[in-house]
């Protein structure tokens, strides 16, 4: 028997609990049954409560405290790959409470914001493939990988998450909905027809790019300046050419686009859903209902 999840992965500040939480309360307004794993060592705010929460297992406080109060002094980046590892070494841990789970549930996994486990470091890729393993869980998985929408400001930026989140679907090898978070910041600032073109990454974002006036201040001058300065490093042509590059290498792989979501818009939050569907393949697998049996779930909300 299959079972059906999604892995909310992106940078740190991308809204990735937020969107868990707006997931869960549009699974529950639609009566849909669904399973919140947090895998995230450090969180510790949430709208609805876990229901498998890794800090049962492992917290990364617990890790960062001081070796003589029984820690390990790592530092949060350490600390974290250190919980994930645990965890790999632990992974009963999630088969006791993932196993007795039924087809009609979507699995909601909240992931930590730290780049490095999707883009650098085998744990994610190793968690992915037991959860997906055949005779095992055998879950039917969609990655969701989180963009902040504030990224298309600067194209710089944009082009480097763009890379992190095609890293990431490279890495982990399972299907991918990648989403241009915290829409309702940027409605304002940027027109509708400017953020399509954000939707589809491709080279010609760079060719009107407002950051770059025309008049960028030579290689020398900018040493004679000051080389050191981070203003002179992003004004060089240096820099500009590892953007175009980068942009050259995500247009050249076509594997990214992207979905807008705002999550104080339930259908916004209904159809990045209809997409994680589709890709695990969720209502394929669900029983056909019959008239009678919607009438009898109405009168037993009542």
């Given at each position: 028997?299959s079972?059906?999840?999604?892995v909310v992965m992106?940078?740190?500040?991308?809204g990735k609990?937020?969107?868990?939480?707006?997931?869960?309360q549009?699974?529950r307004?639609?009566k849909r049954?669904?399973?919140?794993v947090n895998l995230?060592?450090?969180a510790e705010?949430?709208?609805?409560?876990?229901?498998l929460?890794?800090?049962?297992?492992?917290?990364?406080e617990?890790v960062?405290e001081?070796p003589?109060?029984?820690?390990?002094?790592?530092?949060?980046?350490g600390?974290l790959i250190?919980?994930?590892?645990f965890?790999l070494n632990?992974?009963?841990?999630?088969d006791?409470?993932l196993?007795?789970?039924?087809e009609?549930?979507?699995?909601?996994?909240d992931?930590p914001?730290?780049?490095?486990?999707y883009?650098?470091?085998?744990?994610?890729p190793a968690?992915?493939?037991?959860?997906t393993?055949t005779g095992a869980?055998?879950?039917n998985?969609?990655a969701?990988y989180?963009?902040e929408?504030t990224?298309v400001?600067?194209?710089?930026?944009y082009?480097?998450g763009?890379?992190?989140?095609?890293?990431?679907?490279?890495m982990?090898?399972i299907p991918h909905?990648?989403?241009?978070?915290?829409?309702?910041?940027v409605?304002?600032?940027?027109s509708?027809k400017?953020?399509?073109?954000?939707?589809d990454?491709?080279t010609?974002?760079l060719?009107?790019d407002?950051?770059?006036?025309?008049?960028?201040?030579s290689?020398?001058?900018?040493?004679a300046?000051?080389?050191s300065?981070?203003?002179?490093?992003m004004?060089?042509?240096?820099?500009?050419?590892?953007n175009?590059a980068?942009a050259?290498?995500i247009?050249?792989?076509?594997?990214?686009?992207?979905?807008?979501?705002?999550?104080q818009?339930?259908?916004s939050?209904?159809a990045?859903?209809?997409y994680?569907?589709?890709?695990i393949?969720y209502?394929?697998a669900?029983?056909?209902?019959?008239p009678?049996?919607?009438l009898e779930?109405?009168?037993?909300?009542?």
């Amino acid at each position: 028997m299959s079972k059906f999840g999604v892995v909310v992965m992106g940078p740190a500040g991308a809204g990735k609990t937020t969107f868990c939480s707006a997931l869960i309360q549009h699974l529950r307004h639609n009566k849909r049954s669904c399973f919140y794993v947090n895998l995230d060592p450090a969180a510790e705010d949430f709208a609805y409560e876990p229901d498998l929460d890794i800090k049962d297992l492992i917290a990364l406080e617990d890790v960062m405290e001081d070796p003589a109060q029984g820690g390990m002094g790592l530092g949060p980046n350490g600390g974290l790959i250190y919980c994930f590892e645990f965890l790999l070494n632990n992974l009963q841990f999630l088969d006791k409470e993932l196993d007795p789970l039924t087809e009609e549930y979507l699995i909601i996994i909240d992931m930590p914001g730290q780049i490095e486990l999707y883009t650098h470091i085998p744990v994610i890729p190793a968690l992915v493939k037991h959860l997906t393993q055949t005779g095992a869980l055998n879950v039917n998985l969609c990655a969701t990988y989180l963009l902040e929408s504030t990224f298309v400001i600067d194209r710089a930026k944009y082009f480097a998450g763009t890379l992190s989140a095609m890293s990431a679907m490279i890495m982990l090898e399972i299907p991918h909905v990648n989403v241009l978070s915290k829409m309702d910041l940027v409605k304002g600032s940027v027109s509708r027809k400017e953020l399509k073109r954000f939707l589809d990454p491709d080279t010609s974002l760079l060719d009107d790019d407002p950051s770059d006036t025309g008049a960028a201040i030579s290689t020398a001058q900018n040493r004679a300046i000051d080389s050191s300065a981070t203003e002179t490093v992003m004004a060089g042509g240096s820099f500009k050419r590892l953007n175009r590059a980068v942009a050259q290498l995500i247009d050249d792989f076509s594997m990214v686009s992207f979905l807008q979501l705002d999550v104080q818009n339930e259908d916004s939050v209904g159809a990045v859903l209809s997409y994680i569907d589709n890709a695990i393949q969720y209502h394929e697998a669900q029983e056909p209902r019959e008239p009678n049996d919607e009438l009898e779930n109405i009168w037993e909300d009542r």
